[in-house]
């Protein structure tokens, strides 16, 4: 167990979903288990108990991290202060939350201080399920009339399901994006004449987009944008560019000796590519994290060197349209924070043989060879011989999303079984969503409840700050289509995960917005105020996790970052039923980008009613 899973235990990332009724307390260490059996525990577990096929005896105190799922029995737990006994071991439900969301979600991303999820697909199609509201109309070429009046953007009200129709003029298919200090989204690539552009949006009521044609300085098509320490962008790769460069300030454009060969991307190139919208992480030292198709690389985007690179991972690619999916796992932080590198660590999971795409693609009859059901995690700050860690999920996925949780624990959803990205290229929907336990022993994963609606290739989701999970879009066809295998998917879920177990609820929190710091500089420290929990708020049951909302698109959900803030303390407050908790904000932008944040509390394993907006900078 690496140190980095140590911290995350004493910071009670473990979930709860027992399988039996027990009375537990606080207990401050962290006991794994997978199958063993451990007796007599007379000390604490902060982290809980991690029990896989376990069995856990006369527990002398309590467990305040909760249980992690699996199929652990804990057996003669001593009677615990505020702990509740809970009995079900739940799997989730599911919501229908809009019928028609006017676009195919192939790229989502939520826009903060506001409760809209930003939703587009592409120009190129001409077509959608919502019309915008009037003149003017896009001017096209090749339409009747020379104009397409539909709508290939929207802004969906997350809590009410309401659709704003925005405007677009180059085409955004397969482009990338993040979100800059101020919240607002900057855009960059896609198809044809929106290759080379950069967009932008910002978050006011009436703002729409503002398009930049010619910026970059080479086309970007299924590219990966990158923020930052500094909050800059840098955008790598695309389809027959091996290159990167930064973004250039808005109304700038860049040259073509402002681009830079990357020979990374010339050697991960297969002959159908599985190197493009490569996984790409801001490390804690400043370096770049960059894995492409089955190997990565640290590059110092000072200096444009590689410093390092990671062993490969086996057995298949894992970029498009190999279109696995990655995370970086939560980087969890410690109070007044000295230490020289802060621990990080990436995980991988999912893909497709090295030629999937040409079996599904480009063969007739089409294969549809089985997806890799594998996931691997490795500490990316580890320069000396560090192995991937590989562990295998209940099924295989491609097409996926990995999402960090608020809890930390990551769940995979969306996606297929066999096959590869690409028109009618994947079979076999994997409906069935996962959820990774980081840390802790025995089983790491559990399937959760099903959805009805297959969500294949051009599937997008996203965390709200609720803590439930937007699910929307796939289109396997090149056009909008409703009679097909697998129609063109305009409805939109929600699903609430394992910690909505309504035996949990009372230990769901709530932020007293008005009463917290929602801008806070590097380094320094600031308050949260929370109603309820505990009458008395007990630390060592707590998180406070700051969560960057990732722009998702094609399995690749660009810039998720989930920080856990060191706590100093926590007192009554003073009103009836509230507590201040002491925190202390990253101390700079390796550890977390300049930009805006959900920022989640976290007890006993269950989020906070609704996160709360809050903005770190220098």
């Not at 300030?249 to 060969?261: D, L, S, Y």
Request: include cysteine; proline fraction near 8%; charge should be neutral.
């Amino acid at each position: 167990m690496t140190a980095t899973v140590i911290r995350m235990l004493g910071r009670g990332l473990c979930v709860f979903i027992p399988l039996l009724l027990v009375s537990v307390n606080c207990l401050p260490g962290g006991i794994p288990a997978g199958d063993d059996i451990i007796k007599n525990v007379g000390i604490g577990l902060s982290g809980g108990i991690a029990a896989g096929g376990g069995i856990i005896k006369n527990v002398g105190i309590g467990i305040p991290g909760g249980i992690a799922v699996g199929g652990g029995i804990i057996k003669n737990a001593g009677i615990a202060e505020n702990i509740a006994n809970v009995g079900t071991n739940y799997k989730g439900v599911w919501e229908l939350f809009s019928l028609n969301s006017g676009v195919s979600a192939m790229h989502l991303i939520l826009l903060p201080t506001t409760n809209n999820a930003l939703m587009f697909d592409a120009t190129i199609w001409k077509v959608s399920k919502l019309k915008l509201p009037g003149p003017p109309c896009r001017k096209v070429e090749d339409t009747p009339n020379g104009e397409d009046c539909f709508a290939h953007s929207v802004l969906m009200d997350y809590e009410t399901a309401a659709v704003k129709p925005l405007r677009l003029q180059y085409d955004t298919w397969c482009s990338s994006g993040s979100l800059d200090v101020n919240g607002r989204l900057v855009s960059t690539g896609g198809y044809n004449n929106g290759s080379d552009t950069v967009r932008t949006l910002d978050i006011c009521p009436n703002c729409g987009w503002k398009e930049y044609p010619g910026t970059l300085g080479n086309g970007r098509w299924y590219a990966t944008q990158v923020t930052l320490s500094d909050g800059k962008f840098m955008v790598f790769g695309g389809r027959d560019f091996p290159t990167y460069e930064f973004v250039p300030p808005e109304g700038k454009r860049n040259a073509k000796n402002q681009v830079i060969p990357f020979k990374f991307l010339v050697e991960t190139h297969d002959p159908v590519e599985n190197n493009l919208y490569p996984f790409i992480y801001l490390n804690t030292d400043g370096n770049l994290f960059v894995f492409a198709n089955n190997r990565s690389i640290l590059l110092d985007p000072r200096t444009n060197q590689v410093v390092h690179e990671f062993p490969v991972l086996p057995n298949g690619a894992r970029n498009y349209p190999a279109s696995g999916s990655s995370c970086m796992l939560p980087i969890v932080l410690q109070p007044n924070e000295k230490r020289p590198v802060i621990p990080a660590e990436v995980l991988v999971c999912g893909g497709a043989p090295h030629d999937a795409f040409t079996l599904a693609d480009l063969n007739r009859p089409k294969v549809f060879p089985p997806a890799n059901m594998e996931c691997a995690r490795i500490d990316i700050n580890n320069r000396g011989p560090v192995n991937w860690r590989i562990m295998n999920m209940p099924s295989p996925r491609i097409l996926g999303d990995a999402l960090v949780l608020p809890t930390g624990d990551v769940l995979l959803i969306n996606g297929a079984k066999s096959g590869s990205a690409g028109w009618d290229d994947a079979r076999d929907p994997n409906m069935t969503p996962v959820l990774y336990r980081v840390a802790g022993a025995g089983p790491e994963f559990t399937e959760l409840n099903p959805t009805t609606i297959p969500r294949m290739y051009h599937s997008t989701s996203a965390v709200l700050p609720d803590g439930k999970i937007l699910i929307a879009g796939s289109n396997t066809n090149p056009t909008y289509m409703d009679v097909a295998l697998f129609p063109t998917e305009t409805r939109v879920e929600k699903f609430s995960p394992h910690y909505f177990d309504p035996a949990l609820d009372h230990f769901r929190t709530e932020i007293l917005f008005d009463k917290s710091g929602k801008k806070v500089k590097y380094g320094k420290r600031f308050e949260v105020v929370v109603r309820g929990g505990d009458q008395n708020l007990d630390m060592t049951k707590l998180q406070v996790n700051i969560y960057y909302p990732p722009f998702t698109t094609h399995g690749i959900s660009m810039n998720q970052r989930l920080v856990s803030l060191g706590i100093y303390d926590v007192k009554k407050g003073g009103a009836p039923d509230t507590s201040v908790i002491g925190l202390q904000a990253p101390p700079n932008g390796n550890i977390a980008p300049p930009g805006y944040y959900m920022l989640f509390v976290v007890y006993n394993g269950v989020p906070c009613r609704r996160a709360m907006w809050a903005q770190f900078k220098k």
